[in-house]
């Protein structure tokens, strides 16, 4: 699937289904970096969080022109520098715009203007988080992650085995291929469970610059 595939923007969808979907997302909103429900991530392009921080001018220009409301602006209650853009998967991951409209708004720099391919962008690595919650490593056949994937077939294989514990079926386990994840969080937003078993982390782990105001 290329990255103009994904599906079309929140802000396209019908008031009602937008509501489901904001609804939906709400309980997530107290997500905090480490919980092991899932990571902040800058928005793509960001450049490396202490330059970021620098740069970046808290001016919403990239959450005012995301049509999926994926950029959030951080506020005291969200444990990250107030006022810079981040962005929750579980709650709105980036469906990778094929103009990447949040770079282009960015004035400053903090989105770095030659990203030009949202397939090149890369907001984090996905890993499996909970192997022993996975119901693809269980010897289910769920896969939703691997099939929801913008690059399926390079970010996200499946790759099979025996399962040892009947010796007659084997297991599908997703596995993410760092090199060609752009950190969308899709996987993430996708898992069939209440606790995602894949979640997209930083490719910087958090450090204290992460949350200074
Ligand atoms: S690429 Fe699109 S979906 Fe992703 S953060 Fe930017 S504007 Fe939002
Ligand atoms: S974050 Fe998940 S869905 Fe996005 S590219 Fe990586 S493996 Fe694929």
Redesign the pocket.
């Known amino acids: 699937m290329s990255a103009n595939n994904v599906k079309q923007p929140q802000k396209n969808l019908p008031t009602g289904v937008k509501g489901a979907l904001v609804g939906a997302g709400a309980s997530c909103l107290v997500l905090k970096a480490g919980s092991g429900y899932g990571w902040m991530l800058r928005p793509p392009g960001a450049v490396a969080e202490d330059d970021f921080l620098k740069k970046c001018l808290r001016c919403g220009r990239c959450a005012h022109v995301c049509p999926y409301d994926a950029v959030k602006m951080g506020k005291l209650s969200d444990g990250l520098a107030i006022g810079t853009p981040f962005i929750v998967?579980r709650e709105m991951?980036c469906y990778?715009c094929s103009d990447l409209p949040c770079v282009k708004a960015c004035p400053s720099g903090a989105l770095d203007p030659e990203l030009k391919d949202p397939l090149k962008t890369r907001?984090?690595?996905?890993v499996i988080s909970e192997r022993e919650e996975c119901l693809s490593i269980k010897g289910l056949r769920c896969e939703v992650?691997y099939r929801?994937?913008?690059?399926?077939d390079k970010?996200?294989t499946v790759e099979n085995y025996l399962n040892v514990e009947t010796g007659r079926h084997a297991i599908f386990e997703p596995v993410?291929?760092k090199k060609?994840?752009?950190?969308?969080?899709?996987?993430?937003k996708?898992c069939v469970l209440e606790r995602p078993a894949?979640v997209?982390q930083p490719l910087q782990p958090p450090t204290e610059s992460w949350y200074e105001s």
């Open positions: 998967p991951p990778l907001m984090g690595t996905a992650c929801a994937c913008p690059v399926i970010a996200i993410v291929h060609d994840c752009t950190g969308c969080g899709i996987c993430e996708a894949i997209v």
